[in-house]
């Protein structure tokens, strides 16, 4: 082998050339070779690493992936669930209300707040936060308008037994049934008095049919008076029916209930006849409201027939 071919450089304050010594440089040159081919080994064995995950990394990538498809459909369904709480249970709610003559629940209670973010500041460092932190507003937002639906049908339930109590309860039928009636033989306001023979209030109906035609009761109630009046009203029952309601039925021929005796609407509880301050058989009947004297006529229809009367009755 032959030797290697010197090399020189002119030195220009010697104005001589001298000899370059490369081995120090090629050391060097070699040096910097070998840790850069270092590096980039080193870089692409971390970039293969973060590449190629085990099994259990995978595992749990797949798991995390899952849990967020998951948490997207219970975000989905609680939307669905809003939906059919506030189109269906809100709307019937309000409709039930209309009905039994109850305000409605306001819309700032229906929306049930629940205050700031503070309760679900521990979630905001998770994965998927700001989803996760919807679906736990949606929840809790849910479970408040669940219990406040739920406090509202046990409302809507306890009045709708007292307007079921109260209709039944009302004085909505005649006291005399259509087949036994002859005619009304006196109306409800002012009119001449058979005894002093001059104006004066009449406060009910005067009915007119046989003596010993049965009476009924024209709603559920409790009987406060049975017995014969001093005020000429012979011999006189009056029924509370309580919700400010009460009947009275005079001039009758036989009393068939006592005081304190609880009767439903359709009940016999007297005949008719002419006792008392009386021009001939005859029901007086009249009702009041908070003590204040009510036209019977308006809580009974006239043109009833004898049918759908009886069957009345007898459903009473």
């Known amino acids: 082998m032959g030797k290697k071919r010197k090399k020189y450089k002119y030195n220009y304050t010697t104005l001589t050339f001298e000899e370059i010594n490369i081995r120090g440089v090629q050391i060097i040159r070699k040096a910097l070779i070998l840790i850069f081919i270092l590096c980039l080994i080193v870089t692409i064995d971390i970039f293969l690493l973060s590449m190629i995950r085990s099994p259990k990394e995978l595992s749990l990538s797949k798991e995390g992936e899952e849990l967020n498809a998951l948490i ?76 406040i639906q739920s406090d509202s049908y046990e409302f809507l339930m306890d009045k709708a037994a007292e307007k079921i109590k109260r209709i039944s309860c009302i004085p909505s039928i005649q006291p005399v049934s259509v087949k036994d009636l002859t005619f009304i033989s006196s109306y409800f ?28 009761a024209t709603g559920d109630g409790i009987v406060t008076l049975s017995k014969y009046s001093r005020k000429g009203y012979g011999n006189e029952i009056i029924i509370d029916h309580f919700f400010g309601y009460n009947t009275r039925y005079a001039h009758l021929d036989e009393i068939i209930v006592k005081k304190g005796e609880k009767v439903k609407r359709g009940q016999l509880i007297g005949l008719l006849g002419n006792t ?34 009886e069957r009345m009755i007898k459903r009473n």
């Open 189 to 216: 306001g002012v009119r001449v008095d058979p005894f002093v023979k001059y104006k004066k209030p009449h406060y009910g109906l005067d009915f007119v049919a046989p003596k010993g035609t049965k009476i009924y």
């Open 72 to 147: 997207e459909v219970i975000n989905n369904q609680l939307d669905s669930v809003s939906d059919i709480l506030v189109n269906s249970h809100f709307k019937d709610d309000n409709l039930y209300r209309m009905i039994l003559e109850i305000d409605t629940i306001p819309k700032s209670i229906r929306d049930a707040g629940i205050g700031g973010s503070e309760k679900y500041r521990n979630l905001e460092n998770i994965n998927k936060a700001g989803l996760i932190v919807d679906v736990a507003r949606k929840i809790d937002k849910l479970y408040r308008q669940i219990d």
């Open 276 to 309: 008392g301050r009386s021009t001939g058989p005859h029901l007086h009947y009249e009702i009041r409201y908070f003590n204040r004297p009510i036209n019977p006529m308006y809580y009974f229809s006239d043109e009833i027939s004898e049918n759908e009367y």
